[in-house]
């Protein structure tokens, strides 16, 4: 599965949030999404999921028609607390789910929450977890319906470091193993310099750069999308890694 996203523009009333974004993310490849607070991450990943009215085209193999098995996991997550871990997760399968639970139901989140180590919270409420918790808990619900498009908004913003290593490492293994196509919100730009095929950087609704991490997360471009001054190093396995030195602009205090 591949997604070719050309002139689009999302508008909230008179506002202009996105404004004539062209990408390209292809299969069997994760594009990290990045950008300062309020750029229109969130928004594009919602207008390709189709839950926001937009202009231009989203093409899906080169048709419009958008893929019934779409993981999507959004900022915003929400649950009745009520909940288990396993009905939260297979409410991921909606589209599949008959009268009764089926056998191969149950096995497909089994296997998922193999995949992220949560067998021991199966049988546990959505009140009784912690924030990191209930964050796994969502991407194994985007996870379990076996997509071909995953869309994640900050899916490792709550996890402390090794769960974060962990989650990345499940995507990019997944959409590569399964053919994906990934778009993935990150705000640590050094993971989308590690785990990210792709990246598109944005600024005020604006796409600034799009491409090999390398040349998209360069010290010019953090400088034009951030306002901040960084330091380019290099890790021994040759991954770039940027250290945030000062703010462009300093805050005045009265």
Known sequence: MSINVQGLSVHYGTRIVLQDINLYAGTGRVLGIVGPNGSGKSTLIKAVAGLLKASGRINFNGSEARPKSV??????LQAPMALTVI??????????????????????????????????????????LSGGQRQMVFLAQSLVSQPTVLLLDEPISALDICHQLEVLEVVRAMTLERGLCTLMVLHDLNAAARYADDVALLREGCLVACGDPVDVLSVENIATGFDVEAEALTCLDGTGVLIPRRPVRMLTVA
Not at 71 to 76: A, E, H, I, N, R
Not at 96 to 117: C, F, H, K, M
């Open 71 to 76: 993981g999507y996991m959004p900022q915003d």
């Open 87 to 128: 009905e939260v997760v297979l409410l991921g399968r909606i589209a599949q789910l008959r009268l009764r639970v089926s056998a191969e139901d149950l096995e497909a989140v089994r296997q998922v929450l193999q995949l992220l180590g949560m067998e021991a919270l199966a049988g546990r409420y959505l009140s009784e």
